[in-house]
């Protein structure tokens, strides 16, 4: 293995966490939108917020890391995906700032109008943003997107093209399933009459979810024939399978009212998918030619960005894992009670 293979397995490994800890966030904001008015959602929605409140934020750290990452190792790739898709790009950071910002004002707002404002913010942008990323995906998957040293693609159909938007589809899919996986659990914690409610939503996600993962399968077979060869490799094929499984799993468990073991088989769900695509492109990462080894930086510069990484996971991953782990501990105060809000 080269260090610009372990690179990419870092650098791949950030676009999995931001897949699965950002996505159930971009998720909340889906349910939000659906929630109902002001005063039939009102629950549902403080759920919502008990549960993204304290750590939405955190989750754009592995987008951050993977930025940077792709900007420093594979500096053609990262010219070349910014320059042909800046559009959906333009339009995810927007996202994320419009979504930040109605997420935060609509807890501020005095009036009942401006908190419908800010919360209708809140959940398009959840919605649009996983939709983008999601396109831009498949716009690299389906070899639209030339290195920066071939020139720019077309910036219109590099993203809106069969294979984008079923994947974009498919991106928000999986957020809103993840969310409403995550949900039951805190659901149980603090809201128990909303479970019901709750589980049936993460059922009918996920089997949507699986519908579009097919769906995909099918536009990739149509508009990206070589990548389709690819998946039937056994790794890839391997990778896809276990993702079914998994799936499958996620349902009985969620029938069964296992919550936290469903979180498992859920992410593995998602992360196989994503690790299958990874494995059916490899070595490529701008197909159908542009390869790691061609658009690696120098040796030197991804030895220093190796140590960099490990000497910052050191301290990035035990703070992130103690964070998760106070805001998903209800405390219980000396009466015995689990005080909502509390974690």
């Known amino acids: 293995m080269t260090s610009a293979d ?3 397995g870092v650098l791949f490994a950030a676009v999995t966490a931001y897949a699965l800890f950002g996505g159930a966030d971009f998720g909340a904001g889906f349910w939000d939108l659906f929630a109902g008015g002001a005063q039939a959602g009102r629950r549902q929605r403080k759920l919502i917020e008990h549960a993204i409140g304290p750590v939405w934020e955190a989750n754009h750290v592995w987008l951050i890391f993977a930025v940077v ?25 927007l996202g994320i700032i419009g979504r930040g910002a109605g997420f935060a004002f609509r807890k501020t707002s005095d009036t009942v109008g401006r908190a419908r404002i800010f919360g209708a913010l809140f959940a398009f942008s959840s919605v649009v943003t996983p939709f983008f990323f999601g396109a831009v995906a498949g716009g690299i998957a389906s070899g639209r997107v030339p290195p920066w040293t071939a020139g720019r693609g077309d910036l219109l159909t590099a993203w809106w093209n069969p294979i984008s938007v079923v994947t974009g589809a498919l991106a928000v899919a999986v957020c809103a399933y993840l969310a409403a996986v995550f949900l039951c659990q805190d659901a149980k914690n603090h809201e128990p009459a909303l479970v019901p409610h709750v589980r049936r939503r993460a059922l009918w996600a996920g089997a949507g979810t699986g519908a579009l993962a097919v769906a995909g399968l099918v536009a990739v ?9 690819r998946l039937l490799r056994p790794v890839p094929a391997a990778l896809i399978v276990v993702s079914a499984l998994a799936g499958l799993a996620s349902i009985g468990l969620l029938a069964a009212g296992r919550y936290v073991a469903v979180r498992i088989t859920a992410g593995l769900a998602v992360a196989a998918v994503l690790w299958g695509w990874a494995a059916a492109q490899y070595p490529y990462l701008l197909p159908p030619a542009t390869t790691v080894a061609a658009t ?42 689990t005080v909502d809000g509390d974690r």
Do not use: C, E, N
């Not at 792709?70 to 333009?90: D, E, Q, R």
């Not at 000497?311 to 992130?320: D, F, R």
């Open 221 to 229: 077979k149509l508009d990206a024939a070589w990548l389709a060869d």
């Open 296 to 337: 690696a930086a120098t040796p030197a510069v991804m030895r220093a960005t190796l140590w960099a990484v490990l000497g910052g996971a050191v301290i990035l991953t035990p703070s992130l894992w103690w964070l998760f782990r106070l805001f998903q501990t209800p405390v219980r105060h000396s009466s015995g009670q």
């Open 69 to 93: 990452l792709l900007w420093t190792g594979f500096p053609a790739v990262f010219a070349g995906v910014a320059a042909t898709m800046y559009i959906p790009l333009t339009g995810a950071a």
């Open 6 to 8: 372990a690179l990419l």
